[in-house]
């Protein structure tokens, strides 16, 4: 059993993955506070740009 146990505090392969888990996991909040920021910008804008559009007049062309 000690030998197990010395064998596992020296095996180093698990922490490759803890810090993709950790990458991953900042990369994934970063992208969610992007869009957190710009999204009330993009809900004024698109409707700025659909009150313009609609008060346009469309001509057929005659």
Known sequence: M???IKKFRKDEEGAVT???VVLTAAVVGLGVAGVSTVSGGVDT???SIKTGVSSKKVSNGD
Do not use: G, M, R
């Open 2 to 4: 000690i030998k197990f």
């Open 45 to 47: 804008l698109a409707t």
């Open 18 to 20: 803890v810090d993709w």
